[in-house]
């Protein structure tokens, strides 16, 4: 059975750190569908890695199918990955906002297909990914998505597929709130008189740090926050503006919410 290839539609960013975190868990072979081959992936090819351009070159037999194409090109593209999820290959979609209706559309209600939202930090094997699975997915089609989502970090299991449009605004888009952070905190340590070498290097470490205290740490973050906070201090004094009624919790709140909306307005 290890012998019998996984099949991966698209080796952009996202589909190519599957592939990279397959091959260095030993999950090969991997056959991969990319009309653009990055000099990454070209690399790849040579280490149990069959790279194609067309799809109708794809081996009949496989382990499975991942989809990582945008949303957009899933849309269009879906039709030709018919006779592949009709053949009982688990059909496991990265697109976000493609909703089991729509690719039972262009599949049929045979396809066993499972959805799951991974984000970008799992490039370095710290992303975590939001999987749900139709109804006639089989507990082997839950496990195997499971372990290749594993791939790029954690995974957790929602139970209602509208949840995956919550996780879309949360940890799909999350990881540009925080880079935006990144970018205020900067532009501000320079307002402040700052060289800019210097706003650049606090700004990303700041993130970094906090970021690697919260994985080390099993406290919540609100106690890592209190934490750094003495009274009457110069955080106080920040978070006083950042905790006001218009301060960053709406803020976040609005934006999630716009993103979520638009994660479903791309499912229907």
């Given at each position: 059975?290890?012998?019998?290839?996984?099949?991966?539609?698209?080796?952009?960013?996202?589909?190519?750190?599957?592939?990279?975190?397959?091959?260095?868990?030993?999950?090969?072979?991997?056959?991969?569908?990319?009309?653009?081959?990055?000099?990454?992936l070209k690399r790849?090819?040579?280490?149990?890695?069959?790279?194609?351009k067309n799809l109708e070159d794809a081996p009949k037999r496989l382990r499975a199918c991942v989809v990582?194409?945008?949303?957009?090109?899933?849309?269009?593209?879906?039709?030709?990955?018919r006779a592949i999820a009709q053949s009982g290959v688990p059909m496991i979609s990265i697109a976000a906002g493609s909703s089991i209706k729509l690719m039972t559309k262009a599949w049929s209600k045979s396809a066993r297909?499972?959805?799951?939202?991974?984000?970008?930090?799992?490039?370095?094997?710290?992303?975590i990914s939001a999987l749900y699975a139709a109804p006639n997915a089989t507990p082997a089609d839950r496990k195997l998505a499971e372990v290749l989502l594993?791939?790029?970090?954690?995974?957790?299991w929602v139970k209602?597929?509208?949840?995956?449009?919550?996780?879309?605004?949360?940890?799909?888009?999350g990881p540009a709130y925080v880079f935006l952070l990144v970018e205020c905190l900067e532009e501000a340590a320079r307002r402040e008189g700052l060289p800019p070498s210097i706003a650049h290097r606090l700004a990303r470490q700041t993130i970094i740090g906090a970021g690697a205290l919260l994985k080390a740490e099993d406290a919540p973050a609100e106690a890592l926050r209190r934490n750094v906070t003495s009274p009457h201090g110069t955080t106080e004094a920040a978070l006083n503006i950042l905790m006001a009624k218009d301060g960053m919790a709406p803020l976040i709140k609005r934006a999630v919410s716009a993103a979520r909306k638009r994660a479903k307005e791309l499912a229907s």
């Open positions: 059975m290890a012998s019998t290839p996984l099949l991966l539609i698209g080796a952009g960013r996202m589909g190519g750190a599957l592939l990279k975190g397959w091959l260095a868990r030993g999950l090969g072979p991997v056959v991969v569908v990319e009309t653009n081959p990055s000099p990454a790849l090819a040579k280490h149990d890695v069959t790279l194609l990582a194409l945008k949303p957009q090109i899933l849309k269009t593209e879906a039709p030709r990955l297909i499972v959805r799951a939202m991974p984000n970008t930090p799992g490039a370095v094997g710290e992303g594993a791939a790029l970090g954690e995974t957790v209602r597929e509208t949840d995956i449009d919550t996780v879309t605004a949360v940890s799909g888009s």
